[in-house]
Each structure stands twice: as structure tokens, then as C-alpha cells.
T-cell receptor, first 115, second 114 residues
């Protein structure tokens, strides 16, 4: 089965600074999708960014960007100009047409933004 | 489009009781997923529907759990004879036609079994 590993249970960043959250995954497939979701305290999970494995270009959404290293099976999230509203639990997720259409999630990284 | 909604948001029950949760997906989405999330963990897949058909079930979904999606609209997840180990957040998500489409999550139902 596919596994997704987030090795940083907690991270902190100073407001306006940049932080990188790590994610690695294990798969034997060549075509798949990777996601970062954000779950604020007591609020629902929302999509931050999505990456298709067949695309070499790293996805970017405003202050959020990824560093996708397919050979290394690494998918890190960079948050630039961190804001207080970025404080949340961040989950990395994997999906493919061969995994039964389910998402595999990591255990999450809790991000604290320090004013 | 008001997003995915779930009811109730919180449920406290005694061990042995039955509970039922409801999920209303985004209206044009034909795929609906149920996940369970325990403290300190990421969501774990339970089951999913394409329209009214339940196409996959996780081994986490014991025979005490049953899910339905009549007419391919809202879905219900029922847990019979609840156990303390069932205490968790139950998340519903919906997506468009393809399995790798982005899943949009509801706020979840937090179940506490006493």
C-alpha cells in the first residue's frame, strides 16, 4: 500500500518569514497526484495546492509552492511571507487511479506562526 | 454552492448505541468519500460512492458500519453497537468525475462514545 510520511510533527515560523514542510511517499506507480491540505483548528480541511506527477513544473498558488522531486519521492510545501492565518495542521496526501480512488494522508505537521 | 455539509457536528453517545451521520456533498459532484480521523493522525479512508454505488470499502469498515447513498445525493454512515474505539472525527468529502480530482471536505462529525 502507498504510504505518506510527514516527519515534522510541529513547525514554527516567524510572521513574514518562509517555512518549508516536508513530505515523502512510497509508490511503485509512475502516474499519480499529490496534494497539500490545510486544517485550521476546529475548521474543515481545505486544499492548498495540487501537483500532477507527470508535470515537471512545480505547482504554485500565490504564497504557496511545492518542490516536487519525483525520483526522490519528495513533495515539500513552501509557504512564503507567512501570515497568522497560515497557522493550521497541514496534511500531505497521495492519490492515483490505481489506489482505488482513495487519498492516502500523512500524519500532519502542525504549523505555528509567531507574531 | 455551499460546499460539503455534515450533520450533526458533534455526537455523544453511550457504548452500545447506534448512531447515524449525514453528509450532503457539493451538488454536481458524483463521488462521495467517508474518512475517519483520530487525534494526531491524518484521515483514513473508509468507503466511497460513485453516484449511488458503493464501489470500495476499507478493511477499517467493520460489519458494524454501513453507508448508503440513496439516489446518488446525500449519504449516511451508520455505526451500530458503538464502541469506545469508534470515537473519532468522521469526515465526508466529495469530488467530480475522476478519482484523482480534488476532494472537498466537510466540517466533520465528532463522535464521542462514553
Amino acid at each position: 500500500a502507498q504510504t505518506v510520511t510527514q516527519s515534522q510533527p510541529e513547525m514554527s515560523v516567524q510572521e513574514a518569514e518562509t517555512v518549508t514542510l516536508s513530505c515523502t511517499y512510497d509508490t511503485s506507480e509512475s502516474d499519480y497526484y499529490l496534494f497539500w491540505y490545510k486544517q485550521p483548528p476546529s475548521r474543515q480541511m481545505i486544499l492548498v495546492i495540487r501537483q500532477e506527477a507527470y508535470k515537471q513544473q512545480n505547482a504554485t498558488e500565490n504564497r504557496f509552492s511545492v518542490n516536487f522531486q519525483k525520483a526522490a519521492k519528495s513533495f515539500s510545501l513552501k509557504i512564503s511571507d507567512s501570515q497568522l492565518g497560515d497557522a493550521a495542521m497541514y496534511f500531505c496526501a497521495y492519490s492515483s487511479d490505481f489506489t482505488g480512488n482513495q487519498f492516502y494522508f500523512g500524519t500532519g505537521t502542525s504549523l505555528t506562526v509567531i507574531p | 454552492d455551499t460546499g460539503v455539509s455534515q450533520n450533526p457536528r458533534h455526537k455523544i453517545t453511550k457504548r452500545g448505541q447506534n448512531v447515524t451521520f449525514r453528509c450532503d456533498p457539493i451538488s454536481e459532484h458524483n463521488r462521495l468519500y467517508w474518512y475517519r480521523q483520530t487525534l494526531g493522525q491524518g484521515p483514513e479512508f473508509l468507503t466511497y460512492f460513485q453516484n449511488e454505488a458503493q464501489l470500495e470499502k476499507s478493511r477499517l469498515l467493520s460489519d458494524r458500519f454501513s453507508a448508503e447513498r440513496p439516489k446518488g445525493s446525500f449519504s449516511t454512515l451508520e455505526i451500530q453497537r458503538t464502541e469506545q474505539g469508534d470515537s473519532a472525527m468522521y469526515l465526508c468529502a466529495s469530488s467530480g468525475r475522476w478519482g484523482t480530482d480534488t476532494q472537498y471536505f466537510g466540517p466533520g462529525t465528532r463522535l464521542t462514545v462514553l
